[in-house]
Structure formats: C-alpha cells, structure tokens
C-alpha cells in the first residue's frame, strides 16, 4: 500500500513493503558503539546512533514509518535507551520520529525549534487530512537549542560536538565524533546537493568546512557512508555540480524557453549519476533547477525595477 509522506512540505508519497514485519531499513556497524542505518523505502535517508554505557544517542529519526522498527533495534538489541535525540535539520525525513521517543530530549538549530512549531506541524496536520497513520503522530521541536558555535555532548568516553552547517537548510547542524573524525552531516553532504529551501552559496561553503575537517568516515543525510579515500573526491564532486547548476540557471533565468533549456541539462550533463539515491537523484537535480532559475529571475526583475 501507499502512505503519504510530507518532505519538504510536499507531499510525497511513500510505498510500504508488503509481506514483511521488520527490517525495512538497513544497518551497519560504523565503529565501536557507533551505528549508521538507511532506509530502504524513502531516498535512502540515514540516522545514526552513538551508544553509551546507559544510554544512546540517536541522530536523525528516519521516516516515521520506519522509527518505530529502528527505536526497537536500539531498545532490543543494542539494549540502552534514547536519551537525545539531534535533528540535523526539521524535514519530515529527520524529525517526525522523534515522537517515538516520549523521553528523550532533543537537540537541535534555534531555526529548527521555530520551522518545525510553524511549517511541520501544518505540513503533519495536512498529511493527516488524508492518512490516520500520520494523525497519530506529534511533531516534537527541539528542547536544546544552538544558533551559532558549538555545542558539546559526552557519551561515555566519547565525545560529540554539534555545529552549524547551514545551505541546504538554514537551520541544518552536523556532529562530529572527535576522536574517530566522524562526521555525521545530515542533509549538508549528500550525493546530490540538494538547494530547494536553502542557499547554494552558503552549502559550497559548508562542503569546503567540511572538505577541511580531516575526516575518517562522513555519514551523509541520504546513501552510503564515505570513506577516508573518497571524501576529498566527494567535496570536488558536490563543488563542481553545485556550480554547475548555478551557471545553468543563471542561463536559464535570461532566457524565454527555460523549460527546454533546462531539459538539456540532465543530471549527468550536469556530472552526477541519475541511479544515485534509489532513482530519486534526476528528479531533486531538476528541482534544484528551477529553485535556482526561479532565484535568479527574481533577482534580475529587481535590478531592473532599480535602474
């Protein structure tokens, strides 16, 4: 069956496995106490866990379709508790699930705190208008907050810093793991940057920060974990697309026909793989496209009424 899914405030939907009672999503092992999983209905979007002595960390809640089966895992299997919960930014994809965890405390931007009270609780109270799976949830802003600088958080031994990575969001942070140098960068690393809502300025200047942190692994908001011998490839490669598709759509926003000129600006045109992201990729690039071209218009109506 189908259920809808709100993403960015529009609505989506998301198809469900039949026939199968558990493991929606896949999981890993990243390092001691660390675990990265992925979904495997939505975009390949990622949460990942930190565990300690007594309690857990959970980065980023999956879908709320999945949070439940992975709340379990953690509970069942890894056998400590979610204390907090960070929301790496307040899409429906990060932190619709965070009502699956009526303990914990959650961590997140000051901006996330102030979109998910306005924007996500009329995007679930619209999803609900047509799905009681989704007039069963709450959306639960952050109850810590940061804006600027970092923020630190102990779990056992190991220690976790929390900063602003904005561009895909303005209010997107990642987590760093000190000593192993990984980062977990939500939705600012993914193998599509994806602008709609952001600032493509501000996200090529996060992915340089990021590019310079000397990591060992990333774990992207969506796909696969990167390696310590792919990471300086992964930053050329989102800087190049994210120029790019600024150049296209600076064309693009001058001339009459955009549609058909962006048209001949697919995706691998453009340098990415269509494939990544479980097919979703061409349909974000194209967004980012007429976000862009969109931007670029307005701008150029604006000089043109000051002169």
Same mark, same amino acid.
């Given at each position: 069956r189908f259920l809808t899914f709100n993403f960015s405030y529009a609505i989506l939907i998301v198809r469900k496995p039949q026939g199968i009672g558990s493991q929606f999503m896949q999981h890993e092992r990243v390092s001691e106490n660390v675990y990265w999983f992925q979904s495997e209905i939505y975009?390949?979007?990622?949460?990942?866990?930190?565990?300690?002595?007594?309690?857990?960390?959970?980065i980023d809640t999956l879908i709320p379709q999945e949070t439940e089966e992975l709340r379990d895992y953690i509970v069942n299997e890894l056998?400590?508790?979610v204390k907090y919960i960070i929301n790496t930014h307040h899409h429906a994809d990060h932190s619709w699930g965070n009502c699956f965890f009526p303990r914990a405390i959650v961590i997140g931007h000051t901006l996330c705190h102030e979109?998910?009270? #306005?924007?996500?609780?009329? /995007?679930?109270?619209? $999803?609900?208008e047509t799905s009681q799976f989704y007039r069963n949830l709450d959306i639960i802003p952050p109850h810590i907050t940061l804006s600027e600088g970092t923020l630190g958080l102990?779990?056992?031994?190991?220690q976790l810093q929390i900063f602003p990575t904005p561009g895909h969001t303005p209010d997107s942070i990642s987590v760093l793991l000190e000593d192993e140098r990984i980062l977990f960068a939500g939705d600012a690393f993914m193998p599509i940057p994806y602008v709609v809502g952001g600032d493509a300025d501000v996200l090529t200047e996060t992915i340089r920060r990021?590019?310079?942190?000397?990591?060992?692994?990333?774990?992207?908001?969506?796909?696969?974990?990167i390696l310590r011998?792919?990471?300086?490839?992964?930053?050329?490669?989102?800087?190049?697309?994210?120029? #790019?598709?600024?150049?296209? /759509?600076?064309?693009? $926003?001058?001339?009459?026909?955009q549609i058909r000129y962006l048209d001949?600006?697919?995706?691998?045109?453009?340098?990415?793989?269509?494939?990544?992201?479980?097919?979703?990729?061409?349909?974000?690039?194209?967004?980012?496209?007429?976000?862009l071209?969109?931007?670029?218009?307005?701008?150029?109506?604006?000089?043109?009424?000051?002169t």
């Open positions: 975009a390949q979007v990622t949460a990942s866990a930190v565990i300690g002595p007594q309690w857990a960390v959970l056998l400590v508790p979109l998910m009270v #306005t924007r996500s609780s009329s /995007a679930l109270a619209e $999803a609900g102990r779990v056992g031994k190991k990021i590019g310079s942190l000397g990591l060992e692994n990333i774990i992207q908001g969506h796909g696969d974990i011998g792919e990471i300086e490839e992964s930053v050329k490669s989102n800087l190049a697309y994210l120029h #790019t598709i600024q150049r296209v /759509a600076k064309t693009a $926003a001058r001339r009459k026909n001949q600006h697919d995706i691998e045109v453009c340098g990415k793989s269509r494939v990544a992201l479980a097919g979703t990729a061409q349909e974000l690039h194209r967004k980012n496209l007429i976000w071209t969109q931007i670029y218009q307005s701008q150029i109506k604006a000089e043109k009424e000051q």
